[in-house]
């Protein structure tokens, strides 16, 4: 056992000493990487409603992504089409009640509920008999109106709420605060292996203030970071921009990550260079690389396998470049689709998922892929509607991240900068983490600040290069007899012409004689 | 002896059979029967859904039903439409045409049933305009002619009109079949000018509806109106009477107005799924240098990437809709200015011409599938019933554009000789033969012409639909018109 620990301690030591020397083998990088790796939670997340046209409306959403960032691999089941016995294959389960009015019908599953004896979360009304005698709950429905929120830190006053069940009463820990007309309630509960959580909302504090009850219930030790990411980055992009982008918050002392969208055609192109070019600038600059998803056309067709090619094929564009990439940036459906997991992001076993804007899968499925990296993403307009005590924001419970839409012009990103500075949030350097993308011709790794291509060490100092815009679009068709051709066109041309005078000729003389036969 | 014998034997019975079915009834019958066996018996025969017909389908009551749908695009026709039953929130942007035949086929529909619409009711439409569009045009081909020309010109007609290449249209939402329908009556109501067959002021109307519809029925047909219009100067004095050069002359007006306005619409509605092929298809796939030609266009240099791109590709860089495309790509060109470039590089306009050439004589486009998923055919697959034609065509013509430039050649000096004698007897209606069938070239040409500056070589055999119909109706009438002995001699026949 402690021979074990000597040969990791021994290990780090090497792997420290590599980077310092600038000879870290990614061998080396991804024993270290293997190390860290830990089975993902299965979580299976059972639901009455998606509260279509409530305001519970996208808290499934919300609570796909808490989970995500926390590295669970969830199966949704709709409690409707539930199958009896499912509940028993799953250690961890987490119920989402989101009508209020209506009891659960599926008798399968209610029997299920009874006998189950695994871990269990509750989100919103019609709790389980079990839960409610673990928690000592007492629940009660308010009619709704102005509510307020808080948890470590942070509040928020003023939430418009419908009617809502809050905790009268519970044992166990409670987390954060609820406040109904001026009385405070737990916001949530959780003891032993039973959490609840009376409200959640998507787009207010609720999001966050569930994370912290979800990461004690899921038992994730893990001390959350919060990252810096700029997206909607493309080869059309204002390049000039982005590289004064990457100086400003190097400046700053900011460290962050572009989501690049990829190219799969016309690498070869100076456009492309020089969007690669711009691309390094950044990541010597202390930015990290992530492969955005590609835009998935809505007018579908059924035959396309092409995008593992594609996607490993842009991997390997960036590597020979010298552009380490360390992660993929999708929508969260991504995760909850087949095709898309296996083909367009299993290069990485690093995550950004975004909130769904405009779900297109192709290959549905119940089960999310689940990442050893995942970062939850937040616009900084959403933090910033939190009342905060102390001027930082205090660290989140899981990994986040602050995600800006690549900016116009330079007042936008003047003013996101500010913003920014503004917020006092520590950003961490996303390369300080284990991250790994693998294609059958490169293998990326990163681990404390370095990074390494295919065992050899990426060098961060990168000044621009100027492109040529020389470049041979299109290769001269080869030719044959080009002489010889040439030749015989003009011997061609020359006949012509001959016949076209002797025609001309014959033809004024025969209009002579008709005239002179006729006109007489 | 015996030989003589037979073919007074065959003439008597050509010419009892005239007594009851002549040549264009005969054709007209042909096609009829075809259609109908090729549309309204199973298994159907339609056109796949490649993604347009969304807002045709929308802006006019009618919706996606079909659960996956998504699925069938390209792959499979589908014959049934949910019909809205609430207020629809996407009204036309703008008018076409086809939005007429489609309110008529749906009310249509409602006697049968109010919350479906089967687009067959709309392929009945369209059947009864085209075979009364046939029987016109074998009509000014046969009347007073031999039966022994007559019948084997019906036949003709029936192998070219039937083919299911032309008529699968119907049973889809694409403007296609309003185009070739119209097309054959703008033809048929010339040709029967010129033959002084019925009523010329009745003629006239048909030929001023038939002519409004086909220019309106898409942007891109904008250019057929004003050709048609142009054209159509020498109709006027085919008779002296002051009322009819008037009401000639105010038909071709209108004409050329609707042309004019529909042209007028075209920036406003020349969709991006277009404009973007008109550049990554066209402009700069023919460049040898794109950067330098993108700044041409005050383009940034980096859409260079974007070059031999394909707006239905799967997945993208960008979304081919989105904003960044619309302020730093989309609104730096245009119409306009696409035409511009290729009157000023006229090498590079060649090149397309020879690249447009390559698809125009396809009348099917290859991409779509005819067949309902149910029928269990494969994917895209293509029907190969009733279309000799079609197949013949795409397999044989010479797919280059000097081919065009000969056949147009060879009609031109084909026609011209009755043409001049006809200017020299001072026939006004005599003359009109030739300008009719030049009118159609000019038609066919400004399709490949709107198709290259609008949308470059993506789906060209869907956009040069035009040419291909022009092509087919002028060298039917050619090959009729050698049948029946009438290229260069006997005019004074056909037109007295």
């Known amino acids: 056992m402690a021979g074990c620990k000597y040969i990791k301690v021994a290990l780090i030591l090497v792997v420290t000493l590599g980077i310092w020397m600038g000879s870290t083998s990614a061998s080396v990088l991804a024993v270290d990487a293997d190390a860290v790796k830990e089975k993902p939670k299965h979580v299976l997340l059972t639901y009455d409603s998606y509260g279509i046209g409530t305001s519970r409306q996208g808290n499934m959403d919300a609570l796909q992504q808490l989970l995500a960032a926390f590295g669970a691999q969830v199966t949704i089941v709709d409690i409707d089409r539930y199958q009896p016995g499912t509940l028993q294959t799953y250690d961890k389960v987490i119920g989402v009640h989101n009508a209020y009015d209506l009891p659960l019908s599926n008798a399968d599953y209610i029997a299920d509920l009874e006998a189950y004896k695994g871990d269990y979360f509750h989100i919103g009304a019609m709790i389980p008999p079990q839960v409610k005698a673990k928690l000592g709950l007492q629940t009660q429905m308010a009619s709704g109106g102005t509510i307020r929120i808080s948890i470590d830190k942070l509040q928020q006053t003023f939430i418009q709420a419908e009617p809502l069940p809050y905790v009268q009463k519970a044992t166990g820990r409670t987390y954060g605060e609820l406040t109904i007309g001026g009385t405070a309630y737990p916001f949530a509960v959780s003891h032993e292996k039973y959490g609840y959580i009376p409200y959640l909302k998507q787009g207010n504090l609720s999001e966050i203030a569930a994370a912290y009850v979800l990461k004690d219930w899921l038992e994730v030790s893990h001390k959350g970071r919060t990252y810096l990411l700029f997206k909607e980055v493309y080869p059309f992009s204002d390049l000039n921009l982005l590289e004064r982008l990457a100086d400003q918050l190097h400046e700053a002392g900011l460290p962050f990550m572009v989501s690049v969208r990829p190219v799969f055609s016309n690498t070869d192109y100076p456009a492309m260079k020089r969007y690669l070019e711009t691309l390094k600038y950044m990541q010597s600059r202390n930015g990290s690389i992530l492969i955005n998803a590609p835009v998935v056309a809505s007018t579908i067709s059924v035959q396309d396998d092409t995008l593992q090619a594609k996607m490993e094929g842009f991997v390997d564009v960036l590597a020979d470049y010298g552009i380490a990439p360390l992660g993929v940036g999708a929508e969260m459906y991504w995760s909850y689709d087949h095709l898309y997991a296996e083909q367009g992001m299993s290069f990485s076993n690093s995550a950004v998922l975004y909130p769904n804007e405009q779900a297109s899968y192709r290959s549905r499925s119940d089960t999310s892929k689940a990442f050893q990296s995942s970062l939850f993403s937040m616009s900084l307009s959403f933090m910033d509607q939190f009342d905060r005590s102390s001027k930082a924001i205090p660290p989140l419970p899981m990994d986040s991240v602050i995600t800006f839409d690549f900016f116009k012009d330079q007042a936008q990103l003047d003013t996101a900068i500010q913003n920014l500075l503004d917020s006092w949030i520590t950003f961490s350097d996303y390369k300080y983490e284990s991250h790994e993308v693998k294609t059958p011709r490169n293998h990326i790794v990163s681990y404390k600040g370095a990074i390494a291509i295919n065992g050899q060490r990426v060098d961060l100092g990168s000044a621009i290069k100027d492109i040529s815009s020389d470049y041979t679009y299109k290769e001269e068709q080869q030719k044959s007899f080009e002489k010889l051709f040439n030749v015989q066109n003009k011997i061609f041309i020359i006949i012509i012409i001959i016949t076209l005078m002797v025609f001309g000729g014959f033809f004024i003389v025969g209009y002579r004689l008709y005239k002179r036969k006729y006109y007489k | ?496």
């Open chain 2, 1 to 496: 002896m015996a030989n003589i014998r037979s073919k007074l034997h065959m003439e008597r019975g050509l010419a009892s059979l005239s007594r009851y079915v002549s040549p264009s009834l005969l054709a007209a019958a042909g096609v009829l029967i075809i259609t109908i066996m090729a549309l309204f018996v199973p298994p159907y025969i339609g056109m796949a859904d490649n993604g347009d017909y969304f807002r045709i389908l929308y802006s006019n009551g009618l919706y996606f039903n079909t659960p996956d749908y998504d699925s069938q695009y390209f792959g499979y026709f589908i014959k049934k439409f949910g019909i809205f039953q609430y207020f629809n929130e996407n009204q036309a942007s703008l008018f076409s045409s086809q939005s007429l035949f489609i309110k008529l086929s749906i009310w249509l529909n409602t006697f049968v049933d109010q919350q479906v619409f089967d687009v067959r009711v709309q392929a009945a439409l369209f059947t009864v305009l085209y075979i009364v569009a046939v029987y016109l045009l074998v009509e000014s081909l046969t009347w007073k002619v031999p039966v022994k020309y007559g019948y084997p010109i019906a036949i003709l007609a029936i192998f070219l009109f039937a083919d299911t290449a032309y008529t699968a249209y119907f049973n889809s939402f694409f403007g296609e079949s309003i185009v070739f329908i119209m097309m054959v009556y703008v033809f048929a109501a010339g040709l029967l000018m010129y033959r002084k067959r019925y009523n010329d002021y009745v003629l006239m109307a048909i030929m001023l509806v038939s002519g409004l519809l086909l220019t309106t029925s898409k942007q891109q047909n904008a250019p057929l109106g004003i050709i048609i219009a142009l054209m159509g100067i020498c109709l006027i004095f085919i008779r002296k009477e002051r009322k009819f050069r008037v009401c000639m002359a105010s038909s071709l007006a209108v004409l050329l107005l609707a042309g004019i306005g529909t042209y007028a619409l075209i920036p406003k509605e020349f969709v991006n799924i277009n404009k973007y092929h008109a550049m990554t298809r066209g402009i700069l796939m023919g460049s040898e240098d794109p950067e330098e030609t993108l700044s041409k266009f005050d383009i940034d240099k980096q859409y260079a990437i974007l070059n031999e791109s394909i707006y239905y590709e799967l997945y993208t860089t960008i979304d081919v809709d989105s904003p960044i495309l619309e302020d730093h790509f989309y609104n730096k060109y245009g119409f306009g200015s696409i035409l511009k470039y290729y009157v000023t590089h006229p090498g590079k306009a060649i090149d397309m011409l020879d690249l447009a050439a390559k698809s125009a004589f396809k009348i099917r486009p290859p991409a779509m599938g005819n067949y309902e998923k149910s029928v269990g055919k494969a994917f895209r697959e293509q029907t190969n019933f009733f279309s000799g034609y079609s197949t013949l065509k795409a397999a044989m013509a010479p797919k280059t554009f000097g081919f065009v430039v000969i056949w147009m050649t060879l009609i031109l000096g084909l026609y011209m000789p009755a043409f001049i004698a006809a200017v020299k007897a001072k026939n006004s209606r005599r003359m009109l033969r030739l300008p009719l069938i030049v009118t159609m070239i000019l038609m066919g040409l400004s399709g490949i012409a709107v198709s290259i500056i609008g949308a470059g070589d993506a789906d060209l055999s869907k956009h040069e639909f035009v040419f291909t119909a022009a092509f087919d109706i002028v060298t039917f009438v050619v090959v009729a018109d050698a049948i029946r002995r009438r290229l260069w001699s006997g005019q004074e026949l056909d037109s007295p």
